[in-house]
Nanobody, 114 residues
Framework: QVQLVESGGGLVQPGGSLRLSCVAS????????MAWYRQAPGKERELVAE???????NYADSVKGRFTISRDNAKNTVYLQMNSLKAEDTAVYYC????????WGQGTQVTVSS
């Protein structure tokens, strides 16, 4: 059974940065198209960034130019570097496959506030 564990969230001021990590056990992430999602209170979960096996990356328009998705195959970890954070980035962030989801992890809370 695959387990995803997200970490790296926290409280940050507008304009600040955070790097989220997602470690997987039970599956090699390098064999999967991976993505970061987020869910804000009262809203549906949305796709933030995706990273394909071949290296292609796509981003939601709202984070383009500010967020970067990457992976370290040796550590079986996917990252989300978030810069120039805005209040509207506040949400619980999750990683998972791009399709055919594994069981969702607990996510990591990101709060952007002054």
């Amino acid at each position: 059974q695959v387990q995803l564990v997200e970490s790296g969230g926290g409280l940050v001021q507008p304009g600040g940065s955070l790097r989220l990590s997602c470690v997987a056990s039970g599956s090699m992430l390098s064999f999967n198209n991976m993505a970061w999602y987020r869910q804000a209170p009262g809203k549906e979960r949305e796709l933030v960034a995706e990273l394909f096996i071949g290296g292609n990356k796509n981003y939601a328009d709202s984070v383009k130019g500010r967020f970067t998705i990457s992976r370290d195959n040796a550590k079986n970890t996917v990252y989300l570097q978030m810069n120039s954070l805005k209040a509207e980035d506040t949400a619980v962030y999750y990683c998972n496959r791009r399709a055919g989801w594994f069981a969702w992890g607990q996510g990591t809370q990101v709060t952007v506030s002054s």
